[in-house]
């Protein structure tokens, strides 16, 4: 099974200009997440997308963030401006999801990432 | 209180040993928890489920404990393979989905 697809793998930008991350999840998932990972940090959740539907956006910084899932398959995040904080390692993930409260059951499965770094 | 709470270590321990960590979360209602690693500059990785009734997969045993609302990993005969750091995962229960919440992570050396 082919895993979570994330693109690009690294990324450097000056402060202000604006960056945007790729994300595919696996087959059959229903469910997507972008998860932001601070260094020495826990990731945390940015939005979560059930099919092409933001379920839970409540922590996106949205005067800069803004995240699509247009076909309820790939997934891009943007960042525009871009400011020194946001360098991080921004993380996509999916679970197999059909119903409430039941994917939890199954973990998700996270990318690779993307390592940001605004100079 | 944070939602969910590790202590950051790093835990050093010498091959063979056997080291456990601890996660606390606050919200009573949480219903699912997970152990995740996450190894230098990679993805978190699932580890294991934590179930009411406990979890051992090989060397890991993974346990929850309700009353106190802590979950913990516990591994035995460490291998220098399992350095790494530790997430713990929690989903809080109050969105009806499955969102997760993690912990800052528990840092782990084994030496030889």
Same mark, same amino acid.
């Given at each position: ?12 930008? !000056?402060? +202000? ?28 959740? %940015? ?20 995240? !699509? ?15 020194? !904080?946001?360098?991080?390692?921004? %993380?996509?993930?999916?679970? %197999?999801? +059909?119903? +409430? ?13 993307? +390592?940001?770094?605004?100079? | 209180?944070?939602?969910?709470? $590790? ?18 979360? &606050? ?21 294991? &489920? ?12 993974? $346990?929850?404990?309700?009353? &106190? ?28 989905? &499955? ?14």
């Amino acid at each position: 099974e082919a895993g979570v697809a994330q693109s690009p793998r690294y990324k450097i930008i !000056e402060k +202000r200009q604006s960056v945007a991350f790729w994300c595919n999840p696996i087959s059959g998932h229903a469910t997507l997440y972008w998860y932001q990972q601070i260094l020495g940090q826990g990731p945390k959740l %940015l939005i979560q997308f059930q099919n092409n539907g933001v379920v839970d956006d409540s922590q996106l910084p949205k005067d800069r963030f803004s995240a !699509e899932r247009l076909k309820g398959v790939d997934s891009t995040l943007k960042i525009q401006p871009a400011k020194l !904080e946001d360098s991080a390692v921004y %993380l996509c993930a999916s679970s %197999l999801v +059909r119903d +409430r409260g039941r994917a939890a059951n199954y973990g998700y499965t996270f990318g690779s990432g993307t +390592r940001l770094t605004v100079v | 209180r944070k939602e969910v709470e $590790q202590d950051p270590g790093p835990f050093n321990v010498p091959e063979g040993a056997t080291v456990a960590f601890n996660c606390t979360y &606050s919200n009573s209602a949480s219903q699912s928890f997970f152990w995740y690693r996450q190894d230098c500059r990679k993805e978190p990785k699932l580890l294991m &489920s934590v179930y009411s009734s406990g979890n051992e997969d090989g060397r890991f045993t993974a $346990q929850l404990n309700r009353a &106190s609302q802590y979950i913990s990993l516990l591994i035995r005969d460490s291998k220098l393979s399992d350095s790494a750091t530790y997430l713990c995962a929690v989903n809080p229960g109050n969105s009806g989905y &499955s969102t997760l919440t993690f912990g800052k992570g528990t840092m782990l050396l084994v030496s030889p």
